[in-house]
C-alpha cells in the first residue's frame, strides 16, 4: 500500500528557513521521480520541485536559488529545503508520486 506522509511545516517569519520531509511507504523511491506541489487560499495547485530517479532536480522559477529538493534512499524520504522563505511561499505544501499518489500535505505560513 503506498502512503506518503510529508511533515515539517509550520510558522516561520519571512527570510526564515523550513526543511520538509516526505516520508515514503510501498515503493521505493530512490527508483522514481518524486515531486513537490503546493497550493495557497485560492490558487491552483502548482509543482514546486522536482527530483528523478536519477537525481536530476529542477524548479519553479519563483523558489530557485531558494529551495532545494533531495532524497535519502536509505529513509526512503524526500526532502524540501526552503530558505528565504517569502510571503508568498505560505502554502500547504504535498509531495506526489506519478501524478497519482499524494501525502495529506503540511502546512507552511510564512508571516511576521
Known amino acids: 500500500q503506498v502512503q506518503l506522509v510529508e511533515s515539517g511545516g509550520g510558522l516561520v517569519q519571512p527570510g526564515g528557513s523550513l526543511r520538509l520531509s516526505c516520508a515514503a511507504s510501498?515503493?521505493?523511491?530512490?527508483?522514481?521521480?518524486m515531486t513537490w506541489y503546493r497550493q495557497a487560499p485560492g490558487k491552483e495547485r502548482e509543482l514546486v520541485a522536482r527530483?528523478?530517479?536519477?537525481?536530476?532536480?529542477n524548479y519553479a522559477d519563483s523558489v530557485k536559488g531558494r529551495f532545494t529538493i533531495s532524497r535519502d534512499n536509505r529513509k526512503n524520504t524526500v526532502y524540501l529545503q526552503m530558505n528565504n522563505l517569502k510571503d508568498e511561499d505560505t502554502a500547504k505544501y504535498y509531495c506526489?508520486?506519478?501524478?497519482?499518489?499524494w501525502g495529506q500535505g503540511t502546512q507552511v505560513t510564512v508571516s511576521s
Open positions: 527530483i528523478t530517479s536519477g537525481g536530476s532536480t
Open positions: 506526489n508520486w506519478l501524478g497519482t499518489f
Open positions: 510501498g515503493f521505493i523511491l530512490s527508483v522514481t521521480d
